[in-house]
């Protein structure tokens, strides 16, 4: 079975910095793209960064040059790490791996920027 685990969400003041990391097991992230996305309340889910299997990324405008997405084949996990901090970032994100059969998701980590 395929599961994916999100973790490292929390409080943080506005220009903080968090990491969240995403785990999986039943699958192995390198085999496929993995995306992180966001949604706030009254907000429909929306894609912050994503990674290829060639390691190629791509970033909603938004967060570009604030948010970057790595991975670790070895450990596959895929991080996801938030510079400068806004309270437009607060949302729940999840990491997803779509496969050729269906698309994984976690079930979210929390995040909040206030002062």
């Known amino acids: 079975q395929v599961q994916l685990v999100e973790s490292g969400g929390g409080l943080v003041q506005p220009g903080g910095s968090l990491r969240l990391s995403c785990a999986a097991s039943g699958i192995r992230f390198s085999f496929y793209r993995v995306g992180w996305y966001r949604q706030a309340p009254g907000n429909q889910r929306e894609l912050v960064a994503e990674?290829?299997?060639?390691?190629?990324?791509n970033y909603a405008d938004s967060v570009k040059g604030r948010f970057t997405i790595s991975r670790d084949n070895a450990e596959n996990m895929v991080y996801l790490q938030l510079n400068s901090l806004n309270p437009g970032d607060t949302a729940v994100y999840s990491c997803?791996?779509?496969?050729?059969?269906?698309?994984?998701w976690g079930r979210g980590t929390q995040v909040t920027v206030s002062s």
């Open positions: 990674i290829t299997v060639g390691g190629t990324t």
């Open positions: 997803n791996c779509r496969t050729n059969l269906r698309t994984y």
